[in-house]
Protein backbone atom coordinates (compact mmCIF):
# COMPACT_ATOMS: atom_id res chain seq x y z
CA UNK A 1 0.00 0.00 0.00
CA UNK A 2 1.18 3.54 -0.81
CA UNK A 3 -0.17 7.06 -1.16
CA UNK A 4 1.59 8.09 -4.03
CA UNK A 5 0.12 10.09 -6.66
CA UNK A 6 0.38 7.71 -9.66
CA UNK A 7 -1.03 4.56 -7.35
CA UNK A 8 -3.99 6.48 -5.74
CA UNK A 9 -5.02 7.35 -9.27
CA UNK A 10 -4.97 4.05 -10.71
CA UNK A 11 -7.15 2.55 -7.25
CA UNK A 12 -9.60 5.46 -8.04
CA UNK A 13 -9.73 4.11 -11.27
CA UNK A 14 -10.27 0.25 -10.74
CA UNK A 15 -12.74 1.75 -8.09
CA UNK A 16 -14.71 2.98 -10.51
CA UNK A 17 -14.73 0.13 -12.40
CA UNK A 18 -15.87 -1.90 -9.16
CA UNK A 19 -18.86 0.07 -9.07
CA UNK A 20 -20.44 -1.26 -12.01
CA UNK A 21 -19.82 -4.74 -10.87
CA UNK A 22 -21.42 -7.05 -8.35
CA UNK A 23 -19.76 -7.62 -4.86
CA UNK A 24 -19.35 -11.03 -5.19
CA UNK A 25 -16.35 -9.56 -7.93
CA UNK A 26 -15.66 -9.65 -11.37
CA UNK A 27 -12.04 -10.09 -11.77
CA UNK A 28 -10.90 -12.78 -13.00
CA UNK A 29 -9.79 -16.24 -11.73
CA UNK A 30 -6.20 -15.38 -11.90
CA UNK A 31 -3.30 -17.07 -10.29
CA UNK A 32 -1.14 -20.40 -11.09
CA UNK A 33 -3.20 -23.50 -9.43
CA UNK A 34 -1.19 -24.31 -6.18
CA UNK A 35 -0.64 -27.25 -4.22
CA UNK A 36 -1.10 -27.18 -0.46
CA UNK A 37 2.39 -27.76 0.46
CA UNK A 38 5.35 -25.83 1.22
CA UNK A 39 6.25 -26.00 -2.50
CA UNK A 40 3.58 -23.95 -3.96
CA UNK A 41 4.62 -20.73 -6.20
CA UNK A 42 3.20 -17.66 -6.38
CA UNK A 43 0.64 -17.09 -8.62
CA UNK A 44 1.49 -14.78 -11.77
CA UNK A 45 -1.00 -11.99 -11.86
CA UNK A 46 -2.71 -12.13 -15.21
CA UNK A 47 -4.90 -9.84 -17.50
CA UNK A 48 -8.16 -8.18 -15.50
CA UNK A 49 -11.05 -8.92 -16.37
CA UNK A 50 -13.62 -12.45 -16.81
CA UNK A 51 -15.76 -14.11 -15.23
CA UNK A 52 -18.77 -13.37 -12.45
CA UNK A 53 -18.69 -15.83 -9.64
CA UNK A 54 -22.01 -16.89 -9.85
CA UNK A 55 -21.39 -19.51 -7.15
CA UNK A 56 -21.56 -16.62 -4.87
CA UNK A 57 -24.78 -15.13 -6.14
CA UNK A 58 -26.68 -18.97 -5.59
CA UNK A 59 -24.65 -18.86 -1.93
CA UNK A 60 -25.82 -15.15 -0.65
CA UNK A 61 -29.53 -15.72 -2.45
CA UNK A 62 -30.01 -19.08 -0.18
CA UNK A 63 -27.87 -17.56 2.94
CA UNK A 64 -30.13 -14.09 2.95
CA UNK A 65 -33.22 -16.94 2.37
CA UNK A 66 -31.99 -18.61 5.09
CA UNK A 67 -31.45 -15.56 7.67
CA UNK A 68 -35.62 -14.78 7.31
CA UNK A 69 -36.52 -18.48 7.91
CA UNK A 70 -34.20 -18.91 10.83
CA UNK A 71 -35.91 -15.34 12.47
CA UNK A 72 -39.55 -16.83 11.64
CA UNK A 73 -38.52 -19.70 13.55
CA UNK A 74 -37.33 -18.09 16.21
CA UNK A 75 -40.17 -15.46 16.21
CA UNK A 76 -42.81 -18.30 16.35
CA UNK A 77 -41.84 -21.45 17.30
CA UNK A 78 -42.63 -22.60 20.46
CA UNK A 79 -38.89 -24.06 22.47
CA UNK A 80 -40.41 -27.46 22.60
CA UNK A 81 -40.84 -27.65 19.15
CA UNK A 82 -37.91 -30.05 18.51
CA UNK A 83 -37.91 -30.47 14.65
CA UNK A 84 -39.00 -26.90 14.11
CA UNK A 85 -35.55 -25.96 16.80
CA UNK A 86 -33.75 -28.29 14.38
CA UNK A 87 -33.99 -26.88 11.21
CA UNK A 88 -33.05 -23.49 13.13
CA UNK A 89 -30.08 -24.73 14.33
CA UNK A 90 -29.09 -25.76 10.91
CA UNK A 91 -29.71 -22.29 9.66
CA UNK A 92 -27.11 -20.71 12.27
CA UNK A 93 -24.92 -21.48 9.50
CA UNK A 94 -25.74 -18.07 7.80
CA UNK A 95 -24.21 -16.03 10.53
CA UNK A 96 -20.79 -17.22 9.70
CA UNK A 97 -21.57 -17.84 6.03
CA UNK A 98 -22.01 -14.33 5.70
CA UNK A 99 -18.46 -13.57 6.93
CA UNK A 100 -17.13 -16.16 5.02
CA UNK A 101 -18.42 -14.54 2.00
CA UNK A 102 -16.85 -10.98 2.79
CA UNK A 103 -13.83 -12.09 3.14
CA UNK A 104 -13.69 -14.51 0.12
CA UNK A 105 -15.18 -11.20 -1.72
CA UNK A 106 -12.59 -8.38 -0.49
CA UNK A 107 -9.92 -11.09 -1.51
CA UNK A 108 -11.09 -12.26 -4.74
CA UNK A 109 -11.06 -8.76 -5.53
CA UNK A 110 -8.20 -7.55 -4.49
CA UNK A 111 -5.53 -10.44 -4.36
CA UNK A 112 -3.43 -9.86 -7.45
CA UNK A 113 -4.12 -5.65 -7.26
CA UNK A 114 -2.92 -2.81 -4.99
CA UNK A 115 -5.03 -1.38 -2.72
CA UNK A 116 -4.97 1.68 -1.79
CA UNK A 117 -6.53 1.89 1.54
CA UNK A 118 -8.30 4.94 1.97
CA UNK A 119 -9.49 4.64 -1.13
CA UNK A 120 -11.13 1.10 -0.35
CA UNK A 121 -12.33 2.83 3.64
CA UNK A 122 -13.99 5.38 1.33
CA UNK A 123 -15.60 3.41 -1.00
CA UNK A 124 -16.76 0.47 1.25
CA UNK A 125 -18.15 2.85 4.25
CA UNK A 126 -20.46 4.12 2.10
CA UNK A 127 -21.56 1.59 0.72
CA UNK A 128 -22.32 0.25 4.00
CA UNK A 129 -22.30 2.82 6.44
CA UNK A 130 -24.71 4.78 5.11
CA UNK A 131 -27.59 2.35 5.35
CA UNK A 132 -25.78 1.35 8.85
CA UNK A 133 -27.12 4.71 9.96
CA UNK A 134 -30.76 4.85 8.20
CA UNK A 135 -31.84 1.87 9.03
CA UNK A 136 -30.38 1.88 13.11
CA UNK A 137 -32.38 5.08 13.05
CA UNK A 138 -35.59 3.83 11.69
CA UNK A 139 -35.37 0.59 13.81
CA UNK A 140 -34.74 2.90 16.74
CA UNK A 141 -37.74 5.43 16.22
CA UNK A 142 -39.79 2.02 15.44
CA UNK A 143 -38.86 0.36 18.67
CA UNK A 144 -40.20 3.79 20.59
CA UNK A 145 -43.16 3.60 18.80
CA UNK A 146 -44.22 0.15 19.00
CA UNK A 147 -43.54 1.12 22.87
CA UNK A 148 -46.45 3.94 22.82
CA UNK A 149 -47.05 5.43 19.59
CA UNK A 150 -46.72 8.15 18.10
CA UNK A 151 -46.98 9.93 21.82
CA UNK A 152 -43.74 7.83 22.45
CA UNK A 153 -41.26 9.31 19.73
CA UNK A 154 -42.83 12.75 20.76
CA UNK A 155 -41.97 12.02 24.74
CA UNK A 156 -38.08 11.90 23.31
CA UNK A 157 -38.16 15.73 22.61
CA UNK A 158 -40.05 16.18 26.37
CA UNK A 159 -36.79 18.23 27.90
CA UNK A 160 -33.55 17.80 28.12
CA UNK A 161 -33.39 14.97 30.31
CA UNK A 162 -35.49 12.47 27.96
CA UNK A 163 -33.26 14.28 25.14
CA UNK A 164 -29.87 13.42 26.71
CA UNK A 165 -31.13 9.63 27.54
CA UNK A 166 -32.46 9.31 23.52
CA UNK A 167 -28.99 10.43 22.44
CA UNK A 168 -27.41 8.00 25.02
CA UNK A 169 -29.30 4.72 23.91
CA UNK A 170 -28.85 6.21 20.06
CA UNK A 171 -25.04 6.16 20.07
CA UNK A 172 -24.61 2.84 22.59
CA UNK A 173 -27.45 1.32 19.33
CA UNK A 174 -24.81 2.63 16.52
CA UNK A 175 -21.81 1.45 18.93
CA UNK A 176 -22.98 -1.92 19.42
CA UNK A 177 -25.45 -2.89 16.31
CA UNK A 178 -28.05 -3.47 18.85
CA UNK A 179 -31.35 -0.76 16.94
CA UNK A 180 -32.32 -4.60 15.81
CA UNK A 181 -31.36 -7.77 15.85
CA UNK A 182 -29.59 -8.36 13.23
CA UNK A 183 -27.61 -5.05 12.49
CA UNK A 184 -24.60 -6.74 14.37
CA UNK A 185 -23.94 -7.87 10.98
CA UNK A 186 -23.19 -4.26 9.22
CA UNK A 187 -21.03 -3.34 12.78
CA UNK A 188 -18.85 -6.19 12.18
CA UNK A 189 -18.86 -6.26 8.15
CA UNK A 190 -17.88 -2.67 8.91
CA UNK A 191 -14.80 -3.97 10.88
CA UNK A 192 -13.81 -6.27 8.95
CA UNK A 193 -13.37 -3.29 6.34
CA UNK A 194 -11.39 -1.57 9.00
CA UNK A 195 -8.40 -4.38 9.10
CA UNK A 196 -8.77 -5.78 5.54
CA UNK A 197 -6.23 -3.63 4.10
CA UNK A 198 -3.79 -4.78 7.16
CA UNK A 199 -4.72 -9.00 6.55
CA UNK A 200 -4.21 -8.69 3.20
CA UNK A 201 -0.92 -7.29 3.46
CA UNK A 202 -0.32 -10.68 5.54
CA UNK A 203 -1.90 -12.83 3.72
CA UNK A 204 0.69 -11.77 0.42
CA UNK A 205 3.73 -11.81 2.54
CA UNK A 206 2.93 -15.40 4.30
CA UNK A 207 2.99 -17.47 0.92
CA UNK A 208 3.65 -20.43 1.77
CA UNK A 209 2.87 -20.21 5.43
CA UNK A 210 -1.22 -20.12 4.97
CA UNK A 211 -2.03 -23.38 6.55
CA UNK A 212 -0.55 -22.15 9.87
CA UNK A 213 -2.27 -19.32 9.50
CA UNK A 214 -5.72 -20.86 9.35
CA UNK A 215 -4.60 -23.70 11.90
CA UNK A 216 -3.82 -20.99 14.43
CA UNK A 217 -7.34 -19.25 13.80
CA UNK A 218 -9.19 -22.60 14.15
CA UNK A 219 -7.77 -23.33 17.00
CA UNK A 220 -8.15 -19.35 18.69
CA UNK A 221 -12.44 -19.83 17.23
CA UNK A 222 -12.61 -23.19 19.33
CA UNK A 223 -11.01 -22.04 22.55
CA UNK A 224 -13.06 -18.84 22.24
CA UNK A 225 -16.35 -20.57 21.37
CA UNK A 226 -15.57 -22.78 24.08
CA UNK A 227 -15.15 -20.36 26.69
CA UNK A 228 -17.60 -17.71 25.20
CA UNK A 229 -20.56 -20.43 26.22
CA UNK A 230 -19.02 -21.04 29.73
CA UNK A 231 -18.69 -18.13 32.48
CA UNK A 232 -15.73 -16.08 31.33
CA UNK A 233 -12.11 -16.41 33.12
CA UNK A 234 -11.47 -14.42 35.20
CA UNK A 235 -9.20 -11.58 33.62
CA UNK A 236 -12.17 -10.85 31.56
CA UNK A 237 -14.98 -10.91 34.28
CA UNK A 238 -14.62 -6.69 34.86
CA UNK A 239 -13.27 -3.73 33.49
CA UNK A 240 -12.12 -3.05 29.42
CA UNK A 241 -11.44 -7.21 29.47
CA UNK A 242 -14.84 -7.12 30.88
CA UNK A 243 -16.26 -4.73 28.18
CA UNK A 244 -15.04 -6.24 25.02
CA UNK A 245 -16.21 -9.87 26.51
CA UNK A 246 -19.58 -8.45 27.06
CA UNK A 247 -19.80 -7.88 23.49
CA UNK A 248 -17.90 -10.15 21.91
CA UNK A 249 -20.85 -11.17 19.57
CA UNK A 250 -20.74 -8.28 17.64
CA UNK A 251 -17.07 -8.14 17.07
CA UNK A 252 -15.34 -9.80 14.38
CA UNK A 253 -12.94 -12.56 17.31
CA UNK A 254 -16.01 -15.15 17.15
CA UNK A 255 -15.78 -14.83 12.96
CA UNK A 256 -12.34 -14.06 12.57
CA UNK A 257 -11.49 -18.07 11.61
CA UNK A 258 -14.06 -18.24 9.16
CA UNK A 259 -13.32 -14.33 7.47
CA UNK A 260 -10.08 -15.55 7.34
CA UNK A 261 -11.05 -19.17 5.62
CA UNK A 262 -12.78 -17.10 2.76
CA UNK A 263 -9.62 -15.01 2.21
CA UNK A 264 -7.48 -17.63 1.78
CA UNK A 265 -10.19 -19.81 -0.30
CA UNK A 266 -10.12 -16.88 -3.12
CA UNK A 267 -6.17 -16.21 -2.79
CA UNK A 268 -5.99 -19.74 -3.66
CA UNK A 269 -8.56 -19.59 -5.80
CA UNK A 270 -7.43 -21.66 -8.60
CA UNK A 271 -6.45 -24.27 -6.64
CA UNK A 272 -9.37 -24.05 -4.42
CA UNK A 273 -11.66 -24.37 -7.09
CA UNK A 274 -10.54 -27.38 -8.43
CA UNK A 275 -10.06 -29.47 -4.94
CA UNK A 276 -13.85 -28.44 -4.94
CA UNK A 277 -14.75 -29.95 -8.81
CA UNK A 278 -12.75 -32.75 -7.95
CA UNK A 279 -13.97 -34.13 -4.58
CA UNK A 280 -17.46 -33.10 -4.79
CA UNK A 281 -19.05 -36.16 -3.82
CA UNK A 282 -16.68 -36.71 -0.80
CA UNK A 283 -16.86 -33.41 0.31
CA UNK A 284 -21.17 -33.51 0.25
CA UNK A 285 -20.92 -37.18 1.95
CA UNK A 286 -19.06 -35.94 5.07
CA UNK A 287 -20.70 -32.69 5.16
CA UNK A 288 -24.21 -34.41 5.23
CA UNK A 289 -22.26 -37.25 7.48
CA UNK A 290 -21.68 -34.37 9.87
CA UNK A 291 -24.94 -32.29 9.79
CA UNK A 292 -26.87 -35.73 10.98
CA UNK A 293 -24.09 -36.53 13.49
CA UNK A 294 -25.04 -33.16 14.84
CA UNK A 295 -28.30 -32.85 15.08
CA UNK A 296 -28.50 -36.59 16.69
CA UNK A 297 -26.29 -34.88 19.23
CA UNK A 298 -28.98 -32.17 19.79
CA UNK A 299 -31.73 -34.33 20.35
CA UNK A 300 -29.64 -36.34 22.79
CA UNK A 301 -28.75 -33.61 24.33
CA UNK A 302 -32.16 -31.91 24.97
CA UNK A 303 -33.46 -34.94 25.57
CA UNK A 304 -30.96 -35.44 28.47
CA UNK A 305 -32.27 -32.16 30.42
CA UNK A 306 -30.17 -29.46 28.08
CA UNK A 307 -31.90 -25.83 27.61
CA UNK A 308 -32.94 -25.43 23.88
CA UNK A 309 -31.29 -22.16 24.04
CA UNK A 310 -28.09 -23.69 24.89
CA UNK A 311 -28.50 -26.13 22.75
CA UNK A 312 -28.96 -24.37 19.57
CA UNK A 313 -26.70 -21.61 20.64
CA UNK A 314 -24.67 -20.41 17.59
CA UNK A 315 -21.32 -20.43 19.77
CA UNK A 316 -21.41 -23.91 20.71
CA UNK A 317 -18.04 -25.64 19.58
CA UNK A 318 -19.29 -28.86 18.12
CA UNK A 319 -22.14 -26.87 16.11
CA UNK A 320 -19.65 -25.56 14.19
CA UNK A 321 -18.53 -28.23 12.70
CA UNK A 322 -22.30 -28.76 10.79
CA UNK A 323 -22.07 -24.95 9.69
CA UNK A 324 -18.62 -25.56 7.74
CA UNK A 325 -20.45 -28.34 5.85
CA UNK A 326 -23.62 -26.60 5.27
CA UNK A 327 -21.34 -23.78 3.51
CA UNK A 328 -19.21 -26.39 1.42
CA UNK A 329 -22.70 -28.31 0.42
CA UNK A 330 -23.99 -24.76 -0.65
CA UNK A 331 -20.90 -23.91 -2.52
CA UNK A 332 -20.70 -27.20 -4.34
CA UNK A 333 -24.44 -26.26 -5.60
CA UNK A 334 -23.59 -23.08 -6.57
CA UNK A 335 -20.42 -24.60 -8.55
CA UNK A 336 -23.30 -26.90 -10.31
CA UNK A 337 -25.19 -23.76 -11.02
CA UNK A 338 -22.49 -21.39 -12.46
CA UNK A 339 -22.03 -24.61 -15.01
CA UNK A 340 -25.05 -25.19 -15.86
CA UNK A 341 -26.59 -21.71 -16.06
CA UNK A 342 -27.89 -20.61 -19.48
CA UNK A 343 -27.20 -16.63 -19.67
CA UNK A 344 -29.91 -14.44 -20.19
CA UNK A 345 -32.23 -17.26 -19.17
CA UNK A 346 -35.25 -16.45 -16.66
CA UNK A 347 -33.92 -18.92 -13.70
CA UNK A 348 -30.50 -16.24 -14.62
CA UNK A 349 -32.01 -13.06 -14.75
CA UNK A 350 -33.79 -14.04 -11.16
CA UNK A 351 -30.34 -15.16 -9.34
CA UNK A 352 -28.88 -11.53 -10.86
CA UNK A 353 -31.87 -9.55 -9.45
CA UNK A 354 -31.83 -11.49 -6.23
CA UNK A 355 -28.08 -10.93 -5.64
CA UNK A 356 -28.55 -7.21 -6.24
CA UNK A 357 -31.30 -6.76 -3.87
CA UNK A 358 -30.46 -9.38 -1.47
CA UNK A 359 -28.68 -6.86 0.86
CA UNK A 360 -31.75 -4.38 1.00
CA UNK A 361 -33.47 -7.44 1.86
CA UNK A 362 -31.74 -8.55 4.74
CA UNK A 363 -31.48 -4.68 6.18
CA UNK A 364 -35.52 -4.39 5.69
CA UNK A 365 -37.36 -7.92 6.55
CA UNK A 366 -37.06 -7.65 10.51
CA UNK A 367 -40.00 -4.58 10.05
CA UNK A 368 -41.75 -6.30 7.79
CA UNK A 369 -41.34 -9.99 9.83
CA UNK A 370 -42.66 -7.71 12.91
CA UNK A 371 -45.78 -6.78 11.18
CA UNK A 372 -46.36 -10.15 10.11
CA UNK A 373 -45.74 -11.90 13.10
CA UNK A 374 -48.44 -9.85 14.67
CA UNK A 375 -51.32 -11.97 12.48
CA UNK A 376 -49.56 -15.17 12.49
CA UNK A 377 -49.21 -14.90 16.39
CA UNK A 378 -52.68 -15.12 16.35
CA UNK A 379 -53.82 -18.25 14.65
CA UNK A 380 -51.21 -20.26 16.92
CA UNK A 381 -54.26 -23.21 16.85
CA UNK A 382 -52.94 -23.62 13.06
CA UNK A 383 -50.32 -26.30 12.14
CA UNK A 384 -47.07 -25.20 13.11
CA UNK A 385 -44.91 -25.85 10.14
CA UNK A 386 -48.36 -24.09 8.33
CA UNK A 387 -48.04 -21.12 10.37
CA UNK A 388 -44.41 -20.99 9.55
CA UNK A 389 -44.12 -21.47 6.01
CA UNK A 390 -47.35 -18.84 5.48
CA UNK A 391 -45.32 -16.27 7.70
CA UNK A 392 -42.22 -17.16 5.56
CA UNK A 393 -43.87 -16.67 2.38
CA UNK A 394 -45.43 -13.39 3.21
CA UNK A 395 -42.03 -11.97 4.68
CA UNK A 396 -40.35 -12.80 1.37
CA UNK A 397 -42.89 -10.96 -0.86
CA UNK A 398 -43.38 -8.20 1.01
CA UNK A 399 -40.03 -7.67 1.72
CA UNK A 400 -38.71 -7.82 -1.73
CA UNK A 401 -41.60 -5.66 -2.86
CA UNK A 402 -40.34 -2.59 -0.31
CA UNK A 403 -36.69 -3.27 -1.80
CA UNK A 404 -38.27 -3.22 -5.20
CA UNK A 405 -39.34 0.25 -4.28
CA UNK A 406 -36.77 1.66 -2.42
CA UNK A 407 -34.26 0.60 -5.52
CA UNK A 408 -36.40 2.96 -7.77
CA UNK A 409 -36.53 5.41 -5.37
CA UNK A 410 -34.43 8.87 -4.25
CA UNK A 411 -33.15 6.78 -1.03
CA UNK A 412 -31.89 3.78 -2.68
CA UNK A 413 -28.21 4.55 -1.77
CA UNK A 414 -29.08 5.26 1.89
CA UNK A 415 -31.48 2.09 2.10
CA UNK A 416 -30.08 -0.55 0.44
CA UNK A 417 -26.00 0.26 -0.06
CA UNK A 418 -26.90 0.51 -4.21
CA UNK A 419 -27.44 3.16 -6.25
CA UNK A 420 -30.82 3.37 -7.57
CA UNK A 421 -32.14 2.66 -10.71
CA UNK A 422 -31.61 4.65 -13.77
CA UNK A 423 -34.97 6.68 -13.99
CA UNK A 424 -34.17 7.02 -17.40
CA UNK A 425 -34.94 3.33 -17.95
CA UNK A 426 -37.61 3.03 -15.16
CA UNK A 427 -40.90 2.72 -16.18
CA UNK A 428 -42.87 5.09 -14.62
CA UNK A 429 -46.62 4.28 -15.58
CA UNK A 430 -46.24 0.78 -14.96
CA UNK A 431 -44.75 1.90 -11.42
CA UNK A 432 -47.43 3.76 -11.09
CA UNK A 433 -50.24 0.80 -11.44
CA UNK A 434 -48.34 -1.24 -9.09
CA UNK A 435 -48.62 1.67 -6.21
CA UNK A 436 -52.10 1.87 -6.77
CA UNK A 437 -52.83 -1.89 -6.63
CA UNK A 438 -50.39 -2.02 -3.48
CA UNK A 439 -52.21 0.40 -1.61
CA UNK A 440 -55.52 -0.69 -2.35
CA UNK A 441 -54.25 -4.14 -0.84
CA UNK A 442 -52.97 -2.43 1.71
CA UNK A 443 -55.53 -0.17 2.91
CA UNK A 444 -57.47 -3.39 2.28
CA UNK A 445 -55.22 -5.45 5.18
CA UNK A 446 -55.36 -2.89 7.19
CA UNK A 447 -59.26 -2.71 7.65
CA UNK A 448 -59.38 -6.23 7.52
CA UNK A 449 -56.71 -8.55 8.69
CA UNK A 450 -53.70 -6.44 10.34
CA UNK A 451 -53.26 -2.69 11.21
CA UNK A 452 -49.32 -2.63 10.73
CA UNK A 453 -49.11 -4.56 8.05
CA UNK A 454 -51.19 -2.87 6.30
CA UNK A 455 -50.01 0.56 7.13
CA UNK A 456 -46.78 -0.73 5.53
CA UNK A 457 -48.07 -1.98 2.65
CA UNK A 458 -49.56 0.91 1.79
CA UNK A 459 -47.03 3.15 2.49
CA UNK A 460 -44.36 1.56 0.80
CA UNK A 461 -47.05 1.74 -2.08
CA UNK A 462 -47.22 5.88 -1.55
CA UNK A 463 -43.28 5.78 -1.56
CA UNK A 464 -43.33 4.23 -4.99
CA UNK A 465 -46.18 5.97 -6.71
CA UNK A 466 -44.08 9.18 -5.64
CA UNK A 467 -41.34 8.18 -7.07
CA UNK A 468 -43.04 6.98 -10.64
CA UNK A 469 -44.61 10.81 -10.62
CA UNK A 470 -41.09 11.63 -10.07
CA UNK A 471 -39.80 9.39 -12.59
CA UNK A 472 -41.87 10.32 -15.38
CA UNK A 473 -41.89 14.07 -15.16
CA UNK A 474 -38.04 13.91 -15.18
CA UNK A 475 -38.49 11.92 -18.28
CA UNK A 476 -41.45 14.05 -19.56
CA UNK A 477 -38.38 17.31 -18.97
CA UNK A 478 -35.67 14.87 -20.49
CA UNK A 479 -37.65 14.06 -23.72
CA UNK A 480 -39.04 17.90 -24.05
CA UNK A 481 -35.66 18.61 -23.82
CA UNK A 482 -33.90 16.69 -26.83
CA UNK A 483 -36.87 17.65 -29.17
CA UNK A 484 -35.05 20.14 -32.20
CA UNK A 485 -35.46 23.66 -31.57
CA UNK A 486 -37.35 24.82 -35.00
CA UNK A 487 -36.08 27.63 -36.73
Known amino acids: MTGSPVVETKAKIEDATDRVTDD ?12 ADASETRPAPKKKGGGHLHQIDFVRLFTFGGVILDHVILGMAPITAMAAQGVGLMLRYTRYCFFALTGFVLTYQYRNRELHAPTFWR ?12 WSLFYWLNRHYQRGGLDAIGDIFADGASERLALKSLV ?13 FLSVSMQIYLVFPAVLWVIKRTWGYHRYLLAVSGTFHIWLLFHMVRPPLEIFQSGVLGLI ?3 LGVTLFPYQFFILLGCLAAYHFDAFGAFMRRFRGPLVGLSIVTIVVTLIYFVINVNGGEEMFRATNVFMVHNSFMFVGIIIILYIC ?3 WQERRHPGSGPDKVMQTAADRSFGIYLAHVIVLSTVLQISREHLDAPLWLNLLATYA ?5 TVFLVEVLRRSPISLVTTGRERIDWRIQRWGRSAFVAVIGGAIGFAIYETVGTRLGFLITAVSALLLLSAIVVGIKQSNAAHDSKPVKA
Do not use: C, M, Q
Not at 125 to 131: A, F, N, R, T, V
Open 24 to 35: AGTRSATGEAAA
Open 245 to 247: WRY
Open 394 to 398: VTVVV
Open 123 to 134: RRYKLIGLPFLV
Open 334 to 336: GTI
Open 172 to 184: YDLATGNAAYHLY
